[in-house]
């Protein structure tokens, strides 16, 4: 069965970075599309990125773009996410899944901005 177990969420102040991680396992990784999406508190699930099996077509969600830079490394079924530049609307609990509506997800890794 499909396992993504999510890392690298933390506790960090504006402007700051973090590197999210998720590592994929039940399925053929390297044949999949790839998708990172957020869920802030009250609020419904945000694709924020996505990247296609080889890695050569990434879309961003506007509001990241520019400061987040997703990626893959299909030799580990491991996804990835830099985010710079962080900011407290970027707070949320982040998913990897395997479709573009985050049906088929983690358990998360929560992500919070603050001072």
């Known amino acids: 069965q499909v396992q993504l177990v999510e890392s690298g969420g933390d506790l960090v102040q504006p402007g700051g970075s973090l590197r999210l991680s998720c590592v994929a396992s039940?399925?053929?990784?390297?044949?999949?599309?790839m998708y990172w999406v957020r869920q802030a508190p009250g609020k419904g699930l945000e694709r924020v990125s996505s990247i296609s099996a080889g890695g050569g077509h990434i879309i961003y969600l506007n509001s990241v773009k520019d400061r987040f830079t997703i990626s893959r490394d299909n030799a580990k079924n491991t996804l990835y996410l830099q985010m710079n530049s962080l900011n407290p609307d970027d707070t949320a609990l982040y998913y990897c899944?395997?479709?573009?509506?985050?049906?088929?997800r983690g358990q998360g890794t929560q992500v919070t901005v603050s001072s």
């Open positions: 899944a395997t479709d573009s509506k985050g049906t088929v």
């Open positions: 039940g399925f053929t990784f390297r044949d999949t599309w």
